[in-house]
């Protein structure tokens, strides 16, 4: 196996790049149908501490313990979607607002520290982990070896998830109907389309996609319970939405970038090179705002969602 720096930060980009995958492509979907849930941080932190708790108590062999944390994960993320869409596309409330209570309700203040108080989840370690898998064998090829075909499930479920999305949004009839929801919803309801069905359908996907990238961390990246442990990139995921201008390959591109950036200091760190922690610690942030500020005519002409944060109803 390789050992190269550039094979280092090119496997940390697919590796940490994949919880940003599957919490922004759910947040895309969510967005193209005219939703914007800016509480997806808190959902990520939710699903990582109720995946990590069932996967503790889960009795069985580890393949069914770690399914059926993964699943508790998103199930827990898409029940606190389907709250934030009732507040938001059934009482048409503020979705800025409700979003951002969504994310401090879930977050560091709220319902995963929680969780992770009564569970006891600090300091202990899961009871099964998400390992990586020696796809096909080919796991010691060069260079490609490590970054294609030794990863963890879920890195490889980030890449059907792009891909299904991709195929979705662009070549089904269902796709263009989320798509017109989000651009002009009284037409869209005009030709028959059920604007507030397909607003809480992607809404709650979205919600369960957020739950399993935060299930990422503490079952396969960082296997522990840190309160707070994604440190705000449920924001960077939304951050992503933007920058790909709702393309679902874009986003993975974007990524994939976030997870070096993410992962950058660890590798230098590896190899002697010695800086403040602090630095790459805000540096994924500084690296977003730096580029929606570079790319921000590029967004305002990208056709995204016209109806973006608009609630509807057919009374108007």
Same mark, same amino acid.
């Given at each position: 196996?390789?050992?190269?720096?550039?094979?280092? #930060?090119?496997?940390?980009?697919?590796?940490?790049?994949?919880?940003?995958?599957?919490?922004?492509?759910? *947040?895309?979907?969510?967005?193209?149908?005219?939703?914007?849930?800016?509480?997806?941080?808190?959902?990520?932190? !939710?699903?990582?501490?109720?995946?990590?708790? !069932?996967?503790?108590?889960?009795?069985?062999?580890?393949?069914?313990?770690?399914?059926?944390?993964?699943?508790?994960?998103?199930? @827990?993320?898409?029940?606190?979607?389907? $709250?934030?869409? @009732?507040?938001?596309?059934?009482?048409?409330?503020?979705? %800025?607002?409700?979003? &951002?209570?969504? +994310?401090?309700?879930?977050?560091?203040?709220?319902?995963?520290?929680?969780?992770?108080?009564? /569970?006891?989840?600090?300091?202990? +370690?899961?009871?099964?982990? #998400?390992?990586?898998?020696?796809?096909?064998?080919?796991?010691? $090829?060069?260079?490609?070896?490590? &970054?294609?075909?030794?990863?963890?499930?879920?890195?490889?479920?980030?890449?059907?998830?792009?891909?299904?999305?991709?195929?979705?949004?662009?070549?089904?009839?269902?796709? #263009?109907?989320?798509?017109?929801?989000?651009?002009?919803?009284?037409?869209?309801? +005009?030709?028959?389309?059920?604007? !507030?069905?397909?607003?809480?359908?992607?809404?709650?996907?979205?919600?369960?996609?957020?739950? @399993?990238?935060?299930?990422?961390?503490?079952?396969?990246?960082?296997?522990?319970?840190?309160?707070?442990?994604?440190?705000?990139? /449920?924001?960077?995921? %939304?951050?992503?939405? %933007?920058?790909? &201008?709702?393309?679902?390959?874009?986003?993975?591109?974007?990524?994939?970038?976030?997870?070096?950036?993410?992962? &950058?200091?660890? @590798? #230098? *760190?590896?190899?002697?090179?010695?800086?403040?922690?602090?630095?790459?610690?805000?540096?994924?942030?500084?690296?977003?705002?730096?580029?929606?500020?570079?790319?921000?005519?590029?967004?305002?002409?990208? /056709?995204?969602?016209?109806?973006? /944060?608009?609630?509807?109803?057919?009374?108007?």
């Amino acid at each position: 196996m390789s050992s190269s720096i550039e094979v280092s #930060l090119a496997v940390s980009g697919v590796t940490y790049g994949a919880p940003l995958v599957l919490a922004g492509t759910g *947040e895309l979907l969510s967005e193209r149908g005219g939703v914007m849930n800016l509480g997806v941080d808190g959902m990520m932190l !939710v699903g990582a501490a109720s995946g990590f708790w !069932v996967c503790r108590v889960l009795p069985g062999p580890s393949w069914l313990a770690l399914l059926g944390s993964v699943v508790a994960a998103g199930v @827990v993320g898409a029940l606190m979607a389907a $709250l934030f869409a @009732v507040i938001c596309i059934s009482w048409r409330a503020n979705q %800025i607002v409700a979003g &951002l209570a969504m +994310a401090i309700g879930g977050g560091v203040l709220g319902l995963s520290s929680y969780l992770g108080s009564i /569970g006891n989840l600090g300091g202990s +370690a899961p009871a099964h982990v #998400l390992n990586q898998i020696d796809l096909f064998g080919l796991a010691n $090829l060069p260079a490609v070896g490590p &970054l294609l075909f030794h990863e963890n499930i879920l890195v490889y479920a980030s890449w059907a998830v792009t891909l299904g999305a991709a195929f979705y949004l662009y070549r089904t009839r269902w796709g #263009l109907f989320l798509r017109a929801a989000g651009e002009d919803p009284a037409a869209a309801d +005009a030709m028959g389309v059920n604007v !507030v069905r397909y607003r809480y359908t992607h809404t709650i996907l979205g919600g369960f996609l957020a739950g @399993v990238g935060g299930a990422t961390y503490t079952l396969a990246l960082i296997p522990s319970w840190t309160n707070g442990m994604t440190t705000g990139l /449920g924001f960077i995921a %939304i951050g992503l939405v %933007i920058l790909a &201008l709702w393309n679902p390959i874009l986003l993975f591109g974007g990524a994939f970038l976030f997870g070096v950036v993410i992962n &950058l200091g660890y @590798v #230098l *760190e590896t190899r002697g090179v010695t800086i403040p922690p602090e630095f790459f610690a805000a540096l994924p942030y500084v690296v977003a705002i730096a580029t929606l500020v570079l790319l921000r005519g590029g967004a305002r002409r990208s /056709g995204g969602p016209q109806a973006l /944060g608009r609630p509807y109803s057919r009374a108007g």
